[in-house]
């Protein structure tokens, strides 16, 4: 079942993503290794993470091009369960993660991502660049002054590079560079040896070693939850960039669907749950990958790179990846946020910072993303709930009409009733309530105008509404309320 | 005669100083001129404005915008100009666009960078100066 577009989208640009791809699992290579170590497991647990996944997606995922593997912002989450309950329950986690992203793309709930408001997205990216810094400095502690030159050294391969060579990555440079210093001049500093164990082998299927109860799920469910969230939100989010660089669409409920299997598949392979990469993407695109190939090509790379060159790669300095790490950190980081803060609103900034706060604090983007969105809700129902109530007599007096400017609902029928005169003079014998301009959203609408017409009719006042619109006239209907004043 | 002219833009001053030259080099015979003003998005850019304005669709809305003042500016002068918008690595994709069309030039704004940042960083003026098949005009 080879349709001309699945032939498109695998052999379309054999080239461009063979060679993209080669170049995404060397840059993968150290990434994948920094975060196990964030999330503190193996490297081995990272790298067959972004082996299996990136090998899945490339079958089944909706945005060809895009790279997938293990993640920071997904390493981050894990690191309270790993500690507290190990490895295998980070499996099991990883496993329920990915049956919860594609029950979410089965039912095409990936249209509601954009219910997440663009200030809890920045605040997110940038809360993730500060979590994956803080969580580098660790490797600075007992190791004197040596590892701030190397760290420096390495920052300054990886920025100064480029100028020389564009097509090779820089941090794969760099980490060779100081590995080969590290070891040729004897340096007694930490290494990804002494971090966890290579084994050089292929992953193999295990089902995850737990207790098979309610008491795991308890345990597992709010981590998973957690990882389904964020790791939709940057998939998500990744391919909304690739689309925008390669001017094309995606299939972003296939895309949650692809991002579940993957897990499923990583967690029964011995990986750690992962997403989409914005960095890694965007290395993809700009060095010519466009098909599904590019991330099927990155993830056998890899695995070989790992089988054939493991005990090289033991030796490369914590230090060196802390580089690496910062790197990432800086680049994740979206600078024009905090250049554009004084430009944009004030409840976006503060949404903004409040998500970054939050997750600083709680050490969980999930909090964060919820801390936003919860914000977010409140500011534009304080917005809208804004209503402007004018009024004037007529007929010398006796008649009195209210046009009512905004939408009726229960933030805003207080203000609404309170802008109504109930203590008229008794010359006033109608009154007139114009909705033209308002709409009616809730039972508390509902509510407000009966208790309006109820306080007239106890002075003798006639009331009529007019002017509503079609949705709000239905709700009315339904929800009965005031007989009389339908019609009109 | 140059009547079909495409300007290679970044929407820097820079770029928007390259109009003002073709509008001086074209100016006796300018109503029978069409500038086609073309801007190529690269990865970072995509990132950048898909974080700023939400997703894809948003983003490209709003570069058509930003660039709608120089459509009309140029318009105001008596031109004919529409806008393209590219997407790729900057220099890459504006060789292999303009050669594929018919254009009597190609005109593009230099950053004005010095010598050494030019040797280092090589320039879009200059790629485009050496691989694109038309007359080239780089505005300094």
Redesign the interface.
């Known amino acids: 079942m080879l349709t001309s577009s699945m032939k498109q989208q695998w052999f379309g640009n054999i080239r461009g993503d063979v060679l993209s791809g080669i170049v995404v699992a060397l840059a993968l290579i150290p990434e994948a290794i920094a975060f196990s170590i964030i999330a503190g497991v193996d490297p081995m647990v990272g790298l067959y993470a972004s082996f299996c996944i990136a090998v899945t997606i490339a079958f089944v995922g909706g945005r060809p091009g895009m790279i997938s593997a293990a993640t920071g912002a997904m390493a981050l989450l894990m690191v309270t369960l790993v500690a507290e309950h190990g490895l295998e329950y980070l499996l099991a986690t990883t496993i329920l993660t990915g049956i919860l992203q594609f029950i979410l793309g089965v039912f095409k709930l990936a249209r509601f991502m954009k219910f997440i408001p663009k200030s809890v997205m920045v605040g997110f990216v940038n809360a993730l660049a500060i979590m994956i810094f803080t969580s580098q400095l660790q490797h600075f502690e007992n190791e004197g002054w040596i590892v701030y030159v190397l760290v420096a050294a390495t920052l300054g391969i990886i920025y100064l590079f480029p100028y020389i060579n564009k097509t090779i990555p820089s941090t794969l440079v760099a980490i060779i560079v100081m590995s080969i210093v590290v070891v040729s001049m004897g340096i007694d500093v930490r290494n990804v040896g002494s971090m966890g164990e290579l084994t050089q082998t292929l992953p193999i299927f295990a089902l995850p070693d737990i207790p098979l109860n309610f008491e795991t799920l308890a345990i597992i469910f709010p981590y998973a939850a957690a990882l389904t969230i964020v790791g939709l939100l940057e998939s998500l989010l990744t391919a909304s960039i690739v689309d925008d660089f390669t001017d094309t669409e995606s299939d972003k409920n296939q895309e949650s669907r692809g991002q579940g299997i993957a897990n499923v598949v990583s967690g029964f392979f011995g990986g750690m749950a992962g997403c989409a990469m914005i960095g890694q993407s965007v290395i993809n695109v700009k060095s010519g990958g466009r098909g599904r190939l590019s991330a099927l090509v990155a993830g056998v790379t890899l695995m070989f790179l790992i089988i054939a060159l493991g005990n090289i790669v033991v030796q490369i300095p914590m230090a060196a990846l802390a580089g690496v790490m910062i790197m990432v950190s800086i680049s994740t980081f979206d600078w024009g946020s905090i250049r554009n803060l004084h430009k944009v609103p004030a409840t976006d900034a503060s949404v903004m910072i409040v998500t970054v706060l939050t997750v600083v604090i709680t050490h969980n983007l999930a909090y964060g993303v919820l801390a936003g969105v919860v914000l977010s809700m409140i500011f534009f129902a304080v917005k809208i709930s804004k209503v402007r109530v004018l009024s004037l007599y007529m007929n010398e007096g006796q008649k009195r009409i209210y046009y009512v400017q905004g939408q009726l609902f229960f933030a805003s029928v207080t203000e609404f009733q309170e802008a109504i005169e109930f203590n008229e003079s008794d010359l006033v014998k109608e009154v007139v309530i114009d909705l033209s301009e308002s709409h009616l959203w809730d039972d508390s609408a509902i509510g407000a105008l009966d208790s309006v017409e109820a306080k007239f009719e106890q002075k003798g006042i006639d009331v009529t509404f007019i002017g509503l619109n079609g949705e709000s006239q239905r709700l009315l209907n339904k929800l009965g309320g005031v007989s009389k004043s339908s019609g009109h | 005669m140059f009547t079909k002219i495409l300007l290679a833009s970044d929407g820097s001053d820079h770029s928007n100083r390259a109009i003002d030259e073709a509008l001086k080099m074209v100016d006796p015979y300018k109503d029978q001129v069409h500038i086609e003003v073309v801007y190529a998005?690269?990865?970072?850019q995509?990132?950048?404005?898909?974080?700023?304005?939400?997703?894809?669709d948003t983003?490209?809305l709003k570069r058509k915008e930003k660039f709608q003042s120089t459509i009309e500016y140029i318009e105001d002068k008596g031109l004919g100009a529409e806008i393209t918008i590219l997407?790729?690595?900057p220099a890459e994709t504006l060789i292999e666009y303009a050669n594929e069309g018919d254009y009597d030039c190609v005109l593009v704004g230099s950053r004005g960078r010095n010598k050494f940042q030019t040797l280092?960083?090589g320039s879009v003026s200059h790629k485009l100066v050496k691989y694109v098949n038309h007359p080239v005009i780089v505005v300094k």
């Open positions: 998005v690269d990865g970072d995509s990132k950048k404005d898909v974080l700023q304005y939400g997703d894809s983003a490209s997407h790729g690595q280092i960083l």
